[in-house]
């Protein structure tokens, strides 16, 4: 199945997320480079939502530009396996490597502002980010490592202090729609 049958398929959990959806339909249908950064009013992300296989935190980094504790992702960059882009960012954010999809199938649809900033010197206007995010599970047991060009920490947070942790309002809420849609049965890794 194609991206853009992934998202056209997904079944949003709210009226926030069928709005996002159509948006993000229309910023496809509307222009043709949402695959990359080359579309500098909005274009696609991907995220990943790490749990520990108990299903009781998240895997989270401590963001360089945001200033705050958030979930993994980054740029599809022309990619178009967006569950590939989020694991990959996964493993780049925080050295996890031993992860698999709870489900094959995107966990949310959001459109995130993202406001002005410097980064490598450059400054990058605000835009919107078409988020697409998978629920991931990710043995807690494996080594952190920090990447220091994207973030400054890297930690497992109890899901119900995820919101607490960001200093982002408009984030706080995308945590705790998150958190309340995770499923709480698990498949265990294996020793």
């Known amino acids: 199945m194609s991206w853009i049958e992934q998202i056209s398929r997904y ?9 996002d959806k159509e948006l993000i339909l229309n910023c496809i249908d509307m222009f043709g480079d949402v695959l990359t950064r080359r579309n500098g009013l909005a274009h696609l992300t991907s995220s990943a939502l790490a749990v520990n296989s108990a ?19 980054g740029h599809a960059d022309g990619e178009t396996d967006l569950l590939a882009v989020a694991l990959r960012e996964l493993a780049e ?4 490597r031993k992860v698999h999809p709870v489900f094959a199938d995107i966990f949310s649809l ?3 502002p993202v406001l002005g900033h410097v ?12 988020s697409v995010a998978f629920l991931v599970e990710a043995d807690e ?4 490592v920090v990447n220091r060009e994207e973030n400054s920490g ?7 202090e995820m919101a607490a942790c960001s200093t982002e309002p408009h984030m706080q809420n995308l945590y705790r729609k998150l958190v309340s849609n ?6 265990a890794f294996p020793d």
């Open 119 to 130: 980064k490598n010197g450059q400054y990058v206007p605000a835009h919107l980010h078409l």
């Open 141 to 144: 047991n494996q080594p952190l």
């Open 11 to 19: 079944h949003p959990c709210n009226d926030q997320e069928r709005k």
């Open 110 to 112: 959001d459109v995130l």
């Open 154 to 160: 890297v930690r497992w947070i109890p899901l119900e």
């Open 93 to 96: 954010e925080t050295g996890v």
């Open 55 to 73: 299903r009781t935190k998240a895997l989270m980094v401590h963001h360089n530009i945001y200033h705050s504790w958030s979930w993994t992702g």
């Open 182 to 187: 995770i499923p709480r049965h698990s498949q």
